[in-house]
């Protein structure tokens, strides 16, 4: 027989599987047609912090900066993806996240729900140097696969560049090298056309 322990974190991992159904914005590189999900996003974003960790501003635990990138979006099983430059749709994502992570990490012992859920909102706060580095990864990806994809995803919503400069500022705050890549792929992406000026 299952103990209760086990049965919880079962329950929460067949929960989980749910975020391959979530999609987002930006289309898979391997199929144009077919957008990413956000467990394929998760993954991706985890597997960059380990290879860009020495681009971090500051020295970081690489294993909770990983634990943040495979954790941060799981809400979105709940919540959805708000599409980043979305305004309306942005107002309430912070209410119905939390909503989301409370029945979520709700699922798991106490002990593991505390410390996942800790680990969830030390992202959101974005404080750590952990956080700062694994947000400036998370908003660092699309625009690298907007570019890869002829600005996709900004030429079917109309994005112009300070939109793009606005939203992903805080990426400089967790790694200056990923920052001034960002805006040489703008950039690059304005004189192409894919973005407006």
């Not at 914005?25 to 144009?32: D, F, I, L, M, N």
């Amino acid at each position: 027989m299952i103990n209760d322990r086990l049965a919880k974190q079962l329950e929460l991992i067949m929960e989980l599987d749910r975020l391959k159904s979530v999609l987002r914005r930006t289309r898979v590189k391997s199929a144009e047609k077919r957008l990413e999900n956000t467990a394929e996003h998760s993954w991706h974003v985890a597997l960059m912090a380990i290879i860009l960790q020495e681009h971090s501003n500051e020295p970081v635990d690489i294993t909770k900066v990983v634990k943040m990138l495979l954790l941060h979006d799981i809400v979105e099983i709940d919540a959805g993806d708000t599409f980043v430059y979305d305004a309306v749709a942005s107002e309430d994502q912070e209410e119905k996240e939390q909503q989301a992570a409370d029945r979520l990490f709700g699922m798991l012992p106490d002990d593991q729900a505390n410390e996942l859920k800790g680990i969830w909102l030390e992202f959101e706060q974005a404080q750590s140097a952990e956080a700062r580095f694994a947000k400036a990864l998370d908003r660092i990806i699309p625009i690298l696969m907007n570019h890869q994809n002829h600005g996709q995803s900004w030429v079917e919503h109309g994005i112009a560049r300070q939109q793009v400069i606005d939203i992903n500022g805080r990426i400089e705050k967790g790694s200056s090298a990923l920052w001034d890549k960002a805006l040489e792929v703008i950039n690059d992406s304005v004189d192409k056309g894919w973005l407006k000026p």
